[in-house]
């Protein structure tokens, strides 16, 4: 019979592309994850996996398989860790870093987490610096975007949803672009601290990346999107931190010829929440992987009216 901790090993092999990586974030022998991979293939008499000497890839029946085990994982852990909220109180100081943008977003959530758990102290450091959680003593940090390889345990919260954006000042000097590759044309508003060359979009179900540029950069979102309202140039910026600046300003929709704003467009990156495991922390993680369910009730992080046709 498959367990679920079969099913979470594939995931992490599958998502890794190695059994050393996998391992290492399960925190278990590699040869234990490889007994668990091996069962449940001969359990399900399919491949899950192709396992060359550089590493490891998905077969088609695992593709499928994969998608399904994820989301079998991800809901019993939301159910254990529903559970597992009452079986004691959280006493101790949780260490929280998260983007400058997640500040107003995060507060009622905190709020909520403060009110719940009396004896848990709160310390949200915000900053567009990726932090080293384990050297600089964070228990968890929220970042948008792909991770580098880590053994820290990565969960997915929440989908993030992107738009590209101007001023009518600067629409009305230097044009509206109508499909993303003219973009390159245009002077943009540069996020430095973003991990990703240029701006990703989707066009006609297929993703392109536009290579942008422009006089302007800064590692600061709030700093950029000031910039993109004094009609310096065109932002791409995420719709949860965009939500607090004038309508007007970017309400354009796929189809629509509004002279004051760029269609909406969708980028790739998703808002995950990294973590250390650790015994003493067992109960503060309870409260972080909680999370996902206060900000998927946000509806403005996850709008999806956007793509170039």
């Given at each position: ?182 973009l390159s044309d245009h002077a943009c508003l540069i996020y430095a601290m973003s991990a990703i060359g240029g701006w990703s979009f989707r066009v006609g179900g297929r993703w392109s990346q536009v290579n942008v540029g422009g006089r302007f950069r800064s590692d600061n979102g709030e700093t950029i999107i000031d910039w993109a309202m004094a009609g310096l140039g065109i932002i791409h910026a ?72």
């Amino acid at each position: 019979m498959i367990e679920i901790e079969d099913m979470r090993a594939f995931v992490e092999v599958s998502g890794s592309g190695g059994f050393t990586r996998a391992a290492s974030k399960l925190g278990i022998a590699k040869s234990v994850v490889s007994r668990r991979i091996a069962k449940m293939e001969r359990d399900l008499g399919v491949q899950l996996l192709s396992r060359t000497t550089r590493g490891v890839s998905l077969t088609d029946a695992g593709a499928e398989f994969r998608i399904r085990c994820e989301r079998i994982v991800e809901e019993y852990d939301d159910a254990r860790d529903a559970a597992a909220a009452h079986r004691g109180d959280v006493v101790g100081k949780l260490r929280l870093a998260a983007p400058n943008s997640f500040a107003k977003l995060l507060a009622p959530t905190l709020v909520d987490m403060a009110r719940r758990h009396p004896k848990l102290e709160i310390d949200a450091s915000f900053t567009d610096r990726v932090v080293d959680i384990v050297a600089e003593r964070f228990d968890a940090a929220i970042r948008v975007g792909q991770l580098p390889d880590s053994t820290m345990v990565a969960r997915r919260i929440i989908p993030v949803r992107s738009i590209v954006a101007a001023s009518p000042e600067y629409l009305a000097k230097a044009g509206r672009p109508r499909v993303p590759a003219e973009l390159s044309d245009h002077a943009c508003l540069i996020y430095a601290m973003s991990a990703i060359g240029g701006w990703s979009f989707r066009v006609g179900g297929r993703w392109s990346q536009v290579n942008v540029g422009g006089r302007f950069r800064s590692d600061n979102g709030e700093t950029i999107i000031d910039w993109a309202m004094a009609g310096l140039g065109i932002i791409h910026a995420p719709t949860y931190q965009m939500q607090q600046e004038p309508q007007s300003f970017y309400t354009a929709r796929p189809g629509h010829h509004v002279a004051h704003s760029v269609s909406w467009c969708l980028c790739r990156p998703s808002s995950t929440i990294s973590y250390t495991c650790t015994l003493e922390l067992c109960l503060k993680v309870t409260c972080i992987r909680l999370l996902p369910q206060s900000l998927s009730s946000t509806s403005y992080i996850t709008d999806n009216r956007s793509t170039y046709t």
